[in-house]
């Protein structure tokens, strides 16, 4: 008999290890199942929050795009207003007190094809060289930088006669590889200061 019982509660015991163990199991699956449910459910909504801020930012850049480009267009249609706040055919400006009559020129580089220091001048003082090249000065020769932006003459940096150590630029149609040309405008002569 004792060991029929002994039996018996070795077999529950066994059970009841097994039992046990299974439970231990079943429970950390269901664990497991749980936080990659969880996980998975927050990164869903991540991606949810980011796909939202992405659109919500698209959304306004355009708006903003929009908004812009409207007001370009109807700027540019209805004319522009100046100080007084009256309106003006689009291109014309009220000017205020104290302004240059000038138009508004096109600021553009004058070719230049002459530059540098002046290192030898003539007898005469009508031709001067320039590097490698003479340059001759004729009464056809333009002084001065012209046009609707051009400075005061006054204001332009330029001498009527040429010295040795002077910065000077201009421009001549001739070929300046020849050695020796005629100048058609010199736009600037002024002595350099050392």
């Known amino acids: 008999m004792k060991k029929s019982v ?6 529950k015991l066994k059970t009841s290890e097994d039992f046990h163990e299974r439970t231990l199991e079943k429970l950390q699956v269901e664990l497991q199942q749980m936080n990659n449910h969880n996980s998975n459910k927050g990164e869903m ?9 992405t659109i919500i930012g698209w959304t306004a850049g355009l708006a903003a795009c929009a908004v812009i480009s409207l007001g370009v267009y109807s700027n540019s249609q209805s004319g522009t207003s100046d100080i007084t ?3 003006n055919p689009p291109g014309v400006t009220a000017k205020p007190s104290g302004v240059s009559s000038k138009p508004p020129g096109v600021t553009a580089k004058q070719m230049v094809n002459i530059d540098g220091i002046i ?3 003539s007898e005469d003082g009508q031709s001067f060289k320039v590097g490698d090249l003479w340059v001759t000065v004729t009464k056809d020769t333009e002084f001065g930088i012209t046009g ?4 005061e003459p006054s204001e332009q940096l330029l001498e009527k006669e040429f010295k040795v150590g002077n910065a ?3 421009y001549t149609a001739q070929d300046v590889t020849s050695g020796k040309v005629t100048a ?7 002595a350099v200061q050392n």
């Open 184 to 190: 058609d405008h010199i736009y600037n002569n002024f």
């Open 148 to 151: 609707p932006t051009a400075p």
């Open 119 to 121: 290192s030898e001048v």
């Open 45 to 53: 909504n991540m991606k949810k929050a980011n796909r939202k801020k």
């Open 6 to 11: 002994y039996k018996s509660a070795m077999s």
């Open 85 to 87: 706040g009256v309106n």
């Open 168 to 170: 000077v630029s201009g």
